[in-house]
């Protein structure tokens, strides 16, 4: 069985870091592309980042030079480094990842970026 599971999530004053992990089970995830998305209260899913199995990774203009995005193959999992985290960062934030053309999503881990 496939299973995403974020963690890492919190309360961060503006301009604080947060690393949030995604660990994947179920298969070997190391071929994947993995991405992160985030949902704000009110608002749809949105694209944040995402990498290759080769390590090639993709941002989201709002927090390109702000993010970094990583992976540990051997762990199965998927780290995204936040720094100088702004209140528009609160959000749920979600990984994904296709597995035979299908998606799987995690359950998500709050972000809070609040004084």
């Known amino acids: 069985q496939v299973q995403l599971v974020e963690s890492g999530g919190g309360l961060v004053q503006p301009g604080g870091s947060l690393r949030l992990s995604c660990a994947a089970s179920?298969?070997?995830?190391?071929?994947?592309?993995i991405g992160w998305y985030r949902q704000a209260p009110g608002k749809g899913r949105e694209w944040v980042a995402d990498?290759?199995?080769?390590?090639?990774?993709n941002y989201a203009d709002s927090v390109k030079g702000r993010s970094t995005i990583s992976r540990d193959n051997a762990k199965n999992t998927v780290y995204l480094q936040m720094n100088n985290l702004k209140p528009e960062d609160t959000a749920v934030y979600y990984c994904?990842?296709?597995?035979?053309?299908?998606?799987?999503w995690g359950q998500g881990t709050q972000v809070t970026v609040s004084s």
């Open positions: 994904n990842t296709l597995y035979l053309g299908r998606p799987y």
């Open positions: 179920g298969r070997d995830f190391s071929k994947n592309v």
């Open positions: 990498i290759t199995s080769g390590g090639r990774s």
